[in-house]
């Protein structure tokens, strides 16, 4: 069973940064694609961004690209995902998603384990 738990989330003004992290509880990290994926109110789930095992391969959406930044550290144990200039329309809930894969997947069916999210809300 993985366990993924995320943190740092929080109410920020637009134009600010903040920064998640995501660790894997009771295991390592080291063979696990994960990403970052967000779901609004009254919205569907999207995806944000993915970092494979090894932290050669990234995607971002459209959306954020130029704005976040995730990396990994495997030997913490830790994905973090750097959000700068940050907008109301960032407001969400964001889970992070691993599968121990080389591979990594925009797709969040893809991904078996997932975190209990955490809430990011941007004011304008």
């Known amino acids: 069973q993985v366990h993924l738990v995320e943190s740092g989330g929080g109410l920020v003004q637009a134009g600010d940064s903040l920064e998640l992290s995501c660790t894997r509880s009771g295991g390592s990290f080291d063979f696990y694609a994960v990403a970052w994926f967000r779901q609004a109110p009254g919205k569907e789930r999207e995806f944000v961004a993915a970092i494979s095992y090894d932290g050669t391969k990234i995607n971002y959406a459209e959306s954020v690209k130029g704005r976040f930044t995730i990396s990994r550290d495997n030997a913490k144990n830790m994905v973090w995902l750097q959000m700068k200039s940050l907008k109301p329309t960032d407001t969400a809930v964001y889970s992070c998603?691993?599968?121990?894969?080389?591979?990594?997947?925009?797709?969040?069916?893809?991904?078996?384990?997932w975190g209990q999210g955490t809430q990011v809300t941007v004011s304008a």
């Open positions: 998603a691993a599968r121990a894969n080389v591979f990594t997947s925009v797709e969040a069916p893809w991904y078996n384990a």
